[in-house]
Nanobody
Framework: QVQLVESGGGLVQDGSSLRLSCTASGRTFSNCAMGWFRQAPGKEREFVAA????????YYADSVKGRFTISRDNPKNTMYLQMNSLKPEDTAVYYC?????????????????WGQGTQVTVSS
């Protein structure tokens, strides 16, 4: 089992930055690929970014490429999502997820554990 807790969400203005954190406990964090997903009101949950177990490989949705950066600190059992140049369309609940696989994946079905989510609201 892996327990995931997100933090760092909030209300910001268009063009601002936020850093989300996801802290894990339970199963060895460093063996898990991790990902961020988001869900806007009335929309399906979508992939944002993923990182392999070592941090050596990262993947991003086209909509956030160049603005968001995913990273992880294995000794701290924590993953981050640095979000810059935020836009109103980035408004969503952001979820972190952990996979028992080591390679990063962009599909929800690859992930076995999910956090409760943190709200990010970007005002125009």
């Amino acid at each position: 089992q892996v327990q995931l807790v997100e933090s760092g969400g909030g209300l910001v203005q268009d063009g601002s930055s936020l850093r989300l954190s996801c802290t894990a406990s339970g199963r060895t964090f460093s063996n898990c690929a991790m990902g961020w997903f988001r869900q806007a009101p009335g929309k399906e949950r979508e992939f944002v970014a993923a990182i392999s177990w070592s941090g050596g490989s990262t993947y991003y949705a086209d909509s956030v490429k160049g603005r968001f950066t995913i990273s992880r600190d294995n000794p701290k059992n924590t993953m981050y999502l640095q979000m810059n140049s935020l836009k109103p369309e980035d408004t969503a609940v952001y979820y972190c997820a952990a996979s028992t696989q080591r390679s990063a994946r962009a599909t929800m079905r690859a992930y076995d554990y999910w956090g409760q989510g943190t709200q990010v609201t970007v005002s125009s």
